[in-house]
Nanobody
Framework: QVELVESGGGLVQAGDSLRLSCAASGGTFVMGWFRQAPGKEREFVAGITRTGGTRDYADSVRGRFTISRDNAKNTVYLQMNTLKPEDTAVYYC????????????????WGQGTQVTVSS
């Protein structure tokens, strides 16, 4: 059974940093982070392959966010720096059994989400 549990969300001010964590159980997967703001569709934020050798980012976060993983802890992280009000959203962790990063929403497993709110 696969379970993904996100943590680390919260309320911060513009320019601050946050680190999200996603604890995964049930296997080692290609992982992704997505976000969904109120009234908007869920969008890809970042993804990482099993070994961490390939990482991909949405243009809107490239240079500010960093995805990483610690396979010994079965945990994937999203370090978010220089946060902006437009980063406000529920952030979801996702996992896929495929061997490459997917930028679409066709992941196999999803976490419950964690709220990130950035005030101006």
């Amino acid at each position: 059974q696969v379970e993904l549990v996100e943590s680390g969300g919260g309320l911060v001010q513009a320019g601050d940093s946050l680190r999200l964590s996603c604890a995964a159980s049930g296997g080692t997967f290609v992982m992704g982070w997505f976000r969904q703001a109120p009234g908007k569709e869920r969008e890809f934020v970042a993804g990482i392959t099993r070994t961490g050798g390939t990482r991909d980012y949405a243009d809107s976060v490239r240079g500010r966010f960093t995805i990483s993983r610690d396979n010994a802890k079965n945990t994937v992280y999203l370090q978010m720096n220089t946060l902006k009000p437009e980063d406000t959203a529920v952030y979801y962790c996702a996992a896929t059994s495929r061997f490459y990063v997917l930028t679409g929403s066709n992941y196999d497993y999803w976490g419950q989400g964690t709220q990130v709110t950035v005030s101006s």
